[in-house]
T-cell receptor
Framework: GEDVEQSLFLSVREGDSSVINCTYT??????LYWYKQEPGAGLQLLTY?????DMKQDQRLTVLLNKKDKHLSLRIADTQTGDSAIYFC????????????FGKGTRLHILP | EAGVAQSPRYKIIEKRQSVAFWCNPI?????LYWYQQILGQGPKLLIQ????????DSQLPKDRFSAERLKGVDSTLKIQPAKLEDSAVYLC?????????????FGEGSRLTVL
């Protein structure tokens, strides 16, 4: 089946690192994604990782993929107030890399 | 490059009334998606078009929802009659649909409130 699970809330102090976790069920997913949604806006792709990779780094963002445990994480270094948003984990099922299934989203709250 | 345009941004109707949402994707994008995002949940795919053909409408409640993409560009999503549980944000997204990198470009959404 296709399902993506993630915790609903995370609070982090400004300047600390944020780690948002996600588990997925489809072990054959070819792509896994992190999307960001700011208030009143549509979703925006932050980063993605191909299933044959276990890590991807892009400036302050680090994505880790554990295929054995079907676990994906997003680390945001030096969290800023502008990082306050909802972060969605998503996957593409096997043979349908044009279809994206989203989790419920993790709301990241930045503490001063 | 202009983004995905949606209208109206907000709509309030009473149950059993009808409503229509419009989407204009990014120019040249072959694939168009309609997602439903209920408050506190992730977006759920309602229907996916490739040009003007339907690729996936498995989660579209076809007894009340309909969508079309005439000429493979703009799309409309209609709900008739609306139910209370249809209150949600309806997101339109588009992608190139060819060399796929997983990037969907989303509009700002149309927020529907059914009273």
């Amino acid at each position: 089946g296709e399902d993506v699970e993630q915790s609903l809330f995370l609070s982090v102090r400004e300047g600390d690192s944020s780690v948002i976790n996600c588990t997925y069920t489809d072990s054959s997913s070819t792509y896994l994604y992190w999307y960001k949604q700011e208030p009143g806006a549509g979703l925006q792709l932050l980063t993605y990782i191909f299933s044959n990779m276990d890590m991807k780094q892009d400036q302050r963002l680090t994505v880790l993929l554990n295929k054995k445990d079907k676990h994906l994480s997003l680390r945001i270094a030096d969290t800023q107030t502008g990082d306050s948003a909802i972060y969605f984990c998503a996957e593409s099922p096997m043979n349908r890399d044009d279809k994206i299934i989203f989790g419920k989203g993790t709301r990241l709250h930045i503490l001063p | 490059e202009a983004g995905v345009a949606q209208s109206p941004r907000y709509k309030i109707i009473e149950k059993r009334q009808s409503v229509a949402f419009w989407c204009n994707p990014i120019s040249g994008h072959a694939t168009l998606y309609w997602y439903q995002q209920i408050l506190g949940q992730g977006p759920k795919l309602l229907i996916q078009f490739q040009n003007n053909g339907v690729v996936d409408d498995s989660q579209l409640p076809k007894d009340r929802f309909s969508a079309e993409r005439l000429k493979g560009v703009d799309s409309t999503l209609k709900i008739q009659p609306a139910k209370l549980e249809d209150s949600a944000v309806y997101l339109c997204a588009s992608s190139h649909g060819t060399t796929y990198t997983g990037e969907l470009f989303f509009g700002e959404g149309s927020r529907l409130t059914v009273l």
